[in-house]
């Protein structure tokens, strides 16, 4: 009998020059969580079966770079900026083998980079920073983890102003959570209290109280902190 391998072949169109290619994906079966952050970064086991690094998709043929919560429809003139930035200039590569987390982020990179160039929605850009943050924290890169943290807030903080989460997996309490969770990770403490107390305001209508628990959580860390260091 043929053993079960964890990864798997997933058809792609590319969005842009709309070729086919091939990208992995990993098995549900074989993914297992095992831990989860503050700030909902997930740990598996074994570490390389973690569905993260195979979220973007590298077309081989033109490099544009996207996921699947990215919007289909390009804005006028975007199309002409992706082909003049990244296909006029991109080197064949094929990222739709197993991929290293060095890969992985690199993937990420090209896909924030083409998601710019496409003046994606904010949340879905904020996403894609906030798992480079992940990343970088397995590999203990501190500086990196601390840079993408803070690019995921800023995009964060406009999806919420421009109300471009709705209709997404991201709610307006999981938003709040996560800047005020990245805005504390980052030692903005005054901001992350700010978030807290939104989320806790909102404990009445939310649906979601684990969330709501979380932010309480934090916002009793922080001030137990500030008396310490009175």
């Keep these: 009998m043929t053993q079960l391998e964890p990864l798997y072949d997933k058809k792609c169109e590319c969005l842009m020059c709309k070729k086919n290619f091939i990208s992995q994906k990993i098995r549900t079966r074989f993914i297992k969580l095992a831990e989860v952050d503050t ?24 490099g544009f770079s996207f996921s699947e919560e990215t919007i289909k429809y390009f804005p ?4 002409e900026l992706i082909q003049e930035k990244v296909v006029n200039n991109w080197t064949p590569q094929d990222f739709g083998g197993s991929r290293t ?6 993937t990420y990179k090209l896909a924030i980079y083409c998601g710019v160039l496409k003046k994606e929605k904010h949340i879905v850009l904020a996403g894609m920073y906030l798992r480079v943050a992940w990343m970088y924290r397995s590999l203990q890169n501190d500086g990196q983890e601390q840079r993408f943290m803070k690019l995921a807030i800023m995009e964060y903080h406009e999806s919420y102003l421009k109300d471009d989460f709705r209709g997404t ?10 800047i005020g969770e990245l805005s504390r990770r980052t030692l903005q403490t005054q901001q992350a209290v700010q978030y807290f107390s939104k989320v806790i305001e909102r404990q009445k209508q939310s649906i979601e109280p684990k969330i709501i628990e979380m932010a309480r959580e934090r916002w009793y860390e922080i001030r137990e902190e500030k008396t310490l260091n009175a």
């Design 169 to 178: 997996q991201v709610s307006e309490v999981k938003l709040l959570y996560l």
């Design 39 to 62: 700030d909902f970064s997930p740990a598996y086991q074994p570490p390389e079966n973690n569905p993260i690094f195979y979220q973007i998709h590298v077309c081989p043929y033109c």
């Design 101 to 106: 987390i060095h890969q992985a982020i690199q």
């Design 76 to 79: 006028p003139n975007s199309r």
